[in-house]
């Protein structure tokens, strides 16, 4: 039986459940154990960098040294603490704590920007990871290993027992063939609703194909309008989060209100109903606008990539746009990021091409003659110039669709060096 690595195609899955209050103890038990055996690592992993600096011999020292590294394992951890013990831990989830401790590292040492492994804080989302194991099975399949579907409304996860689901695509429950189930994660988030995702893997692929479209198209992300494609056509942008801010606002002011009140009593947060209540109900208005926003992303993409055979777009860094104060609300709200990196990976699972360009000038630049506003004493467009006329050929742009066309070109230029 083949491994997840080498499967060819990989797919994710995610699906509501909705577990017993028994199930969701255990779930609640799982993600604590997972958090405090990832907080355990981080701690070893400070000790031993500051004994280490020491750079003494002594005994003493040494010793604890090889205590720590010893206690680097998921055995020797559960041994030294004996809450690691219950019956209701996987011990799956131990394991893939400390794994992700050392993913963390590896990401630090190739992207600095990670920052170093940190402590895992207490809050009201719960989190922890297992795996589907497939003990004597000669093939994988999605309905016959640890973690396995009964029917299209259930699922068996180890210490959960039977889930009930929501959600699960239907053409992948009926697939033939070998389809191995990998890392699965089960989670709850700050409005209570509890999810399950799936690592999928195949050698088979888990969308059709398709055929080719001879497109291309360049997109130009804005707040004005969502996107400017290069064939005319715009996006309008939803503006979901300012649909809702003044309902927010008022929530999150009785939110406030509740907590001062619950300190001055000097009651814990977490015990007291009536800011519990509250707090749910500014989760949920959350909620609501991650998912109105991520349906809106997912729906836009996916009609750009199976419709076209390249997509070009910007490679924009919203950090550092986020500085800008007047357009950082503006630009949260639009989601840009998760639109390109959805693009990214529809583009490797409908075999299209996607591609990003350097934004420098594309709004700048006539795409008729190529002259560039600010250069032979010409000033530069500002965010209010919506339509301009280029001093040189004279031509009349719409701003939008003038970048557009410009980040098509610059894509192809792209595509035929490569």
Not at 26 to 37: C, E, G, H, P, Y
Not at 56 to 65: E, M, W
Not at 241 to 250: C, D, F, H, N, Q
Not at 377 to 383: F, H, V
């Amino acid at each position: 039986m083949k491994s997840m690595a080498q499967l060819e195609y990989h797919y994710g899955l995610k699906v509501r459940i909705y577990p017993s209050d028994y199930q969701k103890q255990i779930i609640k038990v799982n993600s604590d154990a997972s958090r405090f055996v990832y907080n355990e690592m981080v701690a070893i992993g400070k000790e031993l960098w500051q004994l280490n600096r020491i750079k003494l011999s002594i005994d003493t020292v040494q010793d604890r040294i090889q205590q720590l590294k010893l206690r680097q394992n998921a055995k020797q951890m559960s041994n030294h603490f004996q809450f690691l013990e219950d019956k209701r831990i996987d011990s799956l989830a131990k394991a893939n704590a400390i794994q992700n401790y050392h993913k963390a590292w590896n990401a630090f040492r190739k992207v600095h920007e990670a920052g170093v492994p940190k402590f895992h804080r207490k809050s009201y989302a719960w989190r922890y990871q297992t795996n589907c194991q497939y003990p004597k099975q000669k093939t994988a399949r999605l309905d016959n290993g640890t973690v396995c579907f009964e029917d299209r409304k259930h699922i068996v996860v180890p210490k959960l027992g039977r889930l009930r689901i929501k959600g699960a695509q239907r053409r992948l429950l009926d697939r033939q063939g070998e389809t191995r189930i990998g890392t699965v994660t089960i989670s709850k988030d700050a409005a209570n609703r509890f999810f399950l995702s799936l690592q999928l893997g195949s050698d088979t692929p888990f969308v059709p194909k398709l055929s080719r479209t001879n497109r291309q198209i360049g997109i130009d992300l804005n707040t004005e309008n969502f996107l400017t494609a290069s064939d005319g056509r715009t996006i309008a942008n939803p503006r979901y989060y300012r649909t809702i801010k003044g309902k927010l606002a008022k929530a999150q002011r009785t939110l406030s209100r509740r907590q001062r009140r619950a300190k001055k009593e000097q009651r814990s947060l977490r015990e007291s109903k009536n800011y519990q209540k509250q707090r749910l109900l500014v989760a949920k208005i959350h909620a609501r606008v991650f998912d109105r926003r991520h349906d809106f992303l997912q729906r836009t993409s996916t009609a750009l990539i199976k419709n076209q055979d390249l997509v070009v777009a910007e490679e924009l860094r919203s950090k550092n746009l986020l500085k800008n104060h007047a357009l950082a609300m503006s630009i949260s709200d639009v989601g840009w990021r998760s639109f390109l990196g959805m693009l990214s990976y529809k583009a490797d699972l409908y075999d299209r091409q996607f591609i990003t360009v350097s934004p420098k000038n594309t709004t700048q630049t006539c795409h008729d003659c190529g002259f560039v506003m600010g250069s032979d004493e010409t000033e530069k467009l500002t965010l209010a110039d919506r339509e301009w006329i280029c001093p040189k050929c004279h031509v009349h742009h719409i701003r939008d669709y003038n970048a557009a066309l410009n980040i098509l070109e610059k894509g192809l230029q792209k595509q035929q060096k490569a």
